[in-house]
């Protein structure tokens, strides 16, 4: 049974029909800026049991709905639980960020990866804290189902971590083009699978993170990342889904010939230069500087209906990138309230 939704503001956005206001939500809501997901995060030992534990995802996931009242849930998870799922095991160190104590070098690295439905297989606990979710939700919004793009997904698995230059990872392709196609076509193929369990389990919108698309060259980014976004789109018809590839304004054209119904931006693309390259169809999704949160509660008005203005319909109201941890939560309430109090 397919249940009613109370608040479709968003999925009507992202299916190209005219809404009242454009909706609000927030990449990274689920998470430190909430004082009861701290609490909650306090009951486990690291982040990764936090992850694989359903209920407490789950709980995480539908916070920013309650306390902030944003118009869509985004699963609590991350995008490193799939290289963990193809074989390479990740720490998330304290206050740090992600690390693999092994990397991704050569040919015979990636032909030991697992990858597709049997790596996908190991995520269920997703999939379950999904169709938990689903259920708590009762309707209330949409539930975000996401994944990172396998540019992103590469880079962490070769750097092991994050990265000032990403050079290690931008080498490989120079040096290893085959190999890096190898990988890239594996972490596609197991994305695919994961993402399809996901609409299988209550994810109503799909959004894929490109967090280091910027890194690269207009042309390596026609050769390496964007022929395996279009395979993703391609393969999960059943939903409205979303790309979002930081510091890549280039690809905006690419974007617009695939089957993405919403291209998210950052906070450097100018709207009329992301609509004139997407074309009239696409819903646009973002850009508020993070930063400008920190800012008086006028500003933030002020700034927050000014960019509402400047992208006019087919808008999904977010961030240029996530929400920073220390940002304070009456910010964010101000933002989403401004939002939520326009009418076109
Ligand atoms: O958006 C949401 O609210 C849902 C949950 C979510 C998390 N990570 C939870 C998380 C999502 C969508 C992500 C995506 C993610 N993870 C991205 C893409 C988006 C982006 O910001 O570019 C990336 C690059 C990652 C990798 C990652 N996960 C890093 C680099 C870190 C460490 C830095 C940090 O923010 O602490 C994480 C950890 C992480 N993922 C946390 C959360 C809430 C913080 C860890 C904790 O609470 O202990």
């Given at each position: 049974m397919t249940m009613q939704l109370e608040n479709d503001l968003l999925l009507r956005v992202a299916n190209g029909a005219s809404v009242e206001r454009p909706p609000v939500w927030l990449m990274r809501q689920a998470g430190r800026i909430l004082p009861q997901y701290r609490a909650l995060r306090a009951n486990f030992p690291d982040f990764k049991a936090f992850v694989k534990n359903p209920a407490a995802a789950s709980e995480a996931t539908i916070q920013p709905v309650d306390e902030l009242g944003v118009d869509a849930a985004i699963i609590f998870s991350d995008i490193l639980v799939v290289p963990e799922a193809m074989g390479l095991d990740y720490e998330m160190i304290e206050a740090k960020g992600p690390?693999?104590?092994?990397?991704?070098?050569?040919?015979?690295?990636?032909e030991q990866l697992r990858s597709g439905a049997e790596a996908a297989a190991?995520?269920?606990?997703v999939w379950e804290a999904l169709a938990l979710t689903k259920s708590n939700l009762q309707g209330r919004v949409p539930l975000i189902g996401f994944a990172g793009a396998p540019w992103t997904i590469f880079a962490y698995m070769v750097e092991g971590g994050g990265s000032k230059t990403f050079s290690k990872a931008r080498r490989m392709l120079y040096q290893q083009p085959e190999t890096s196609h190898a990988l890239l076509q594996k972490i596609t193929d197991t994305t695919i699978a994961y993402l399809q369990g996901q609409i299988k389990h209550g994810a109503d919108l799909i959004q894929l993170f490109d967090s280091w698309a910027g890194e690269l060259t207009p042309e390596q980014y026609r050769e390496f990342a964007a022929p395996y976004l279009a395979q993703i789109a391609k393969a999960l018809p059943e939903v409205p889904k979303t790309v979002f590839a930081k510091g890549a304004w280039f690809a905006l054209e690419d974007f617009a010939e695939m089957p993405w119904q919403v291209v998210g931006l950052d906070w450097n693309i100018p709207p009329a230069f992301a609509r004139a390259r997407v074309g009239a169809d696409k819903a646009l999704q973002g850009n508020f500087d993070p930063c400008a949160l920190y800012g008086s509660a006028e500003t933030i008005r002020e700034r927050a209906l000014e960019m509402v203005r400047a992208f006019g319909p087919k808008h999904i109201v977010n961030l240029g990138h996530g929400v920073y941890p220390d940002t304070p939560l009456e910010g964010v309430r101000t933002f989403v309230q401004t939002i939520q109090s326009v009418r076109y």
């Open positions: 690390k693999f104590p092994t990397t991704i070098e050569q040919a015979s690295d990636v190991s995520l269920s606990y």
